[in-house]
């Protein structure tokens, strides 16, 4: 059962991995938090149904089938979220990652801190954000004021949850 | 069921214990990131329980159905996103999104005003840095060269990137 549950987890993982790759090829960026959540939800149907056809086919009427099925797409759904924020996301948005990328690029010539800054620097970081908040959903720009939509989001949650990290280790 | 909930409870258990030492330590004026290896000796406990329970406990239905290593793996995943958040916390890096997101709670903002909470020295210099301690990047010089590390982990997500179609993250 152990099996089971581990192997038909992570193959609705990389399932999804696969569709995640497709459909993010072809979206605007722009509008990445919320493709992430959308894709999420429809990874979360899809491997639904996938681990409950691989249920069905090894286990049939099992007494073992329900309970199965749950604690394997739990799994899933813990894998996917570790995948998003460990891996998607120091790749999208991380800083360092970012800042490796360009000195990376340059190769043994280096970089010191004036070439770095020119390739990136905190203009670029906060229009990039103001872009994928705008189009999250979760701020908007009423003319010249930026303003954040008074709205239950995952980002929300996310930001909540990192506030109560903070409090949590006295930070 | 009952090894995910053993899983949950010991999980629980082992970040309210890493609370309270942290907690500890920081009053005694000591501030480590070290006792994030609390979860370390936790899963090893998790894994033992849950096999020593394979052992013992009949397994015939689905409520005790016998899964110590998804149990395990469950309790390694909730640890590593848990790290993800201590991580940040520790290291008191709000993220931008986050800092725009928290000025913003206050009130509508200007481009001009959201800009000025932010500085290149704490953006970038100070990630330069970290890449530096983290022995991604070396500098020679005043001039900063990646690393064989730093090169292999540049060169895993540049494959990841292609396949996604992105030029550039950040």
């Known amino acids: 059962m152990d099996f089971l549950i581990i192997f038909s987890a992570f193959l609705a993982l990389f399932a999804y991995i696969a569709i995640q790759i497709i459909v993010f090829r072809n979206i605007d960026r722009a509008r990445v938090i919320r493709a992430i959540i959308s894709s999420l939800v429809l990874g979360m149907f899809s491997a639904g149904i996938l681990i409950w056809i691989i249920f069905k086919i090894y286990l049939g009427q099992s007494q073992f089938f329900y309970f199965g099925w749950i604690v394997a797409l739990g799994l899933f759904i813990l894998l996917a979220v570790s995948y998003i924020l460990g891996f998607f996301g120091m790749m999208a948005a991380s800083l360092r990652v970012r800042i490796l990328g360009e000195i990376y690029k340059s190769q043994e010539r280096g970089m010191d801190h004036d070439e770095i800054l020119k390739k990136y620097n905190k203009k670029l970081i906060v229009d990039e954000r103001l872009l994928r908040l705008i189009g999250a959903g979760e701020v908007r720009k009423d003319g010249d004021k930026y303003i954040l939509e008074n709205r239950f989001s995952v980002f929300r949650m996310h930001h909540n949850l990192y506030v109560l990290f903070k409090k949590m280790y006295c930070n | ?170």
């Open chain 2, 1 to 170: 069921m009952v090894y995910i909930l053993l899983s949950l409870f010991l999980f629980i258990t082992t970040v309210f214990c890493h609370v309270i030492l942290h907690r500890f330590l920081v009053t005694r004026q000591i501030r480590t990131y070290k006792t994030i290896y609390i979860f370390g000796l936790g899963f090893l406990l998790t894994f033992g329980i849950l096999v020593y329970f394979s052992y013992n406990l009949a397994g015939g239905t689905g409520w005790d159905m016998q899964i110590p290593i998804t149990g395990s793996i469950i309790y390694a995943l909730l640890s590593f996103l848990f790290y993800i958040y201590f991580g940040n916390a520790y290291l008191g890096e709000d993220s931008p999104s986050a800092r725009i997101f928290f000025h913003l709670e206050k009130g509508p903002k200007s481009y001009e005003e959201i800009i000025s909470y932010f500085s290149d020295e704490t953006l970038i210099i100070k990630r330069v840095r970290n890449l530096k301690d983290a022995g991604l990047v070396r500098e020679e010089k005043g001039r900063y060269k990646a690393t064989t590390r730093g090169k292999f982990m540049m060169s895993i997500f540049e494959i990841y990137r292609k396949l996604l179609s992105w030029d550039k993250g950040g």
